[in-house]
């Protein structure tokens, strides 16, 4: 079993930046896709971005392209999300995913097999 805690959420206005992060304990032994989830009330959870266990793949929903940008650390059980150019539309409870694979990229929620608690990110006009 692999836990997964993110940490960063919070309070910003429009156009302001939040870093999340997600650290990945367990067994971390194995090759792990991650990814960031999010999901807004009344709203199915939705792929943000997630990235290959090398790094060398990405994915970016549209709405996020540009704005946002995944990124792993040396150490490969880390994972976070730098987010700028935030807007009232990203608010939303934002959960780090993975699953074990040395080269999936994460693109929907059913190939997740990890999920964290999420942690919540809103973005004030």
């Known amino acids: 079993q692999v836990q997964l805690v993110e940490s960063g959420g919070g309070l910003v206005q429009t156009g302001g930046s939040l870093r999340l992060s997600c650290a990945a304990s367990?067994?971390?032994?194995?090759?792990?896709?991650m990814g960031w989830f999010r999901q807004a009330p009344g709203k199915e959870r939705e792929v943000v971005a997630a990235?290959?266990?090398?790094?060398?793949?990405?994915y970016y929903a549209d709405s996020v392209k540009g704005r946002f940008a995944i990124s792993r650390g040396n150490a490969k059980n880390t994972v976070a999300l730098q987010m700028n150019s935030l807007r009232p539309e990203d608010t939303a409870f934002y959960y780090c995913?993975?699953?074990?694979?040395?080269?999936?990229?994460?693109?929907?929620?059913?190939?997740?097999?990890?999920w964290g608690q999420g942690t919540q990110v809103t973005v004030s006009s």
């Open positions: 995913a993975a699953t074990r694979s040395s080269r999936l990229v994460l693109t929907s929620t059913q190939g997740v097999e990890f």
């Open positions: 367990g067994r971390t032994d194995s090759s792990y896709a």
């Open positions: 990235i290959s266990w090398s790094g060398s793949s990405t």
